[in-house]
């Protein structure tokens, strides 16, 4: 079995495991890593969203061989230690979560989202595809508006 080196929430790791297997399993099998959620294994909810160099992707349809050597931020890595990202401390104070699934996915978007645009419209918010099946999207709207306030 081939051996992966990459570096997961800024701490290099190496995993043991075949071409094919999906990072998402990597990440939470492996690594212990349960912020990113499974959801459909397709990349449609988006509850797996993390970073990969940077930019929102959905570990679920990326293979562990295509992360050799790159850079992958969960929902574990966000926050700068004990001090949150903007989008996680907006999610607290717009009170956003109900069931709590699709959050680690919805604030990896909306923080991947704010790194592009400071100062997102409605549009840029509604372009964000992640599922929230308790449908808390004006909260999170709110919340997303006040994190690009606070960066």
Known sequence: MPTYRFNVNGKPVAVDA?????????????????????????????????????????????AVSECNGRKITTIEGLADGDTLHPVQQ???EEDVAQCGFCQPGQIMAAAALLKTTKTPTDADIDAIENVCR????????????RASAAM
């Open 18 to 62: 075949p071409a094919d297997t999906p990072l998402l399993w990597v990440l939470r099998e492996r690594l212990g890593l349960t912020g990113p959620k499974y959801g459909c294994g397709v990349g449609a909810c988006r509850a797996c969203t993390s970073h990969l160099d940077g930019k929102e992707f959905q570990p679920c349809t990326v």
């Open 134 to 145: 308790c449908g808390t999207y004006c909260r999170i709207r709110d919340a997303i508006k």
């Open 90 to 92: 907006a999610w607290l």
